[in-house]
């Protein structure tokens, strides 16, 4: 596939990494001129392509945000109509926001296919990624199928949360967020977390 990753910080990268090392095309993208991320593109996920965000995100057959969820709004949301977004932000630092950050996005991105995954594991924790549990949400089925293909290609174990509002519940202050696990005791954890809700 053809990875866009918006997002040249702790965890864009490593994504990257992760999706070229299993076989994908990927783009990169930080908020300015791709020539600002050249270096750290060749230094840290060598084989990534720079790229505006726009253009990254044109070619894609999938788009992961990985930029911090205060900068999300500076994306133009026309351009990822009919695109899979993995949203992979949190409310940092945490905040009582009366919506998960993919229900935000998904209001905002009308046309895309949203679904939450990656926010809940650490980037540390996510290379490599060790068939630890990745939480997915999401409303689309084939788009919750797509991601959950590719986090299998880069190494995760998926596991269905649910619908995209069940995505806070991998958000931070719950006791899903932060874990870096195995299924079965991320199944455990989020049977508990929904029993609680
Ligand atoms: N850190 C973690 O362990 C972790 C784990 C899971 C999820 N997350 C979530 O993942 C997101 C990124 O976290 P991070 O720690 O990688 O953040 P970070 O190190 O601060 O990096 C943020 C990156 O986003 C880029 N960016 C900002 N606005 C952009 C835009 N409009 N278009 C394209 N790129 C843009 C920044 O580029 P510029 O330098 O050009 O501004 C920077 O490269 C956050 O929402 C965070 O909550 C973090």
Do not use: C
Not at 82 to 87: A, L, N, R, S, Y
């Amino acid at each position: 596939m053809k990875i866009a990753v918006l997002g040249a910080g702790h965890v864009g990268p490593v994504l990257a990494r992760l999706a070229l090392a299993a076989g994908h095309t990927v783009t990169i993208a930080g908020s300015g001129d791709p020539s600002r991320i050249a270096m750290i593109t060749e230094f840290l996920a060598p084989g990534a392509v720079p790229m505006s965000a726009s253009d990254a995100v044109a070619d894609a057959d999938l788009v992961v945000l990985a930029i911090p969820q205060h900068r999300f709004p500076a994306l133009e949301p026309g351009m990822f109509a009919g695109k899979v977004v993995v949203d992979a932000m949190n409310h940092w630092p945490p905040a009582a926001a009366p919506l998960g950050t993919s229900e935000e996005v998904a209001a905002r991105l009308v046309g895309a296919h949203v679904v939450k995954a990656l926010n809940h594991i650490a980037y540390q924790d996510m290379e490599p990624a060790g068939g630890r549990a990745a939480g997915v949400a999401g409303d689309s089925p084939g788009a919750v199928r797509l991601v959950a293909e590719f986090l299998r290609d880069i190494g995760f174990d998926p596991v269905p949360v649910g619908p995209l509002a069940a995505g806070r519940h991998l958000e931070p202050g719950s006791p899903l967020f932060g874990v870096a696990a195995g299924r079965p005791d991320f199944e455990n954890l989020s049977t508990l977390v929904k029993e609680q809700s």
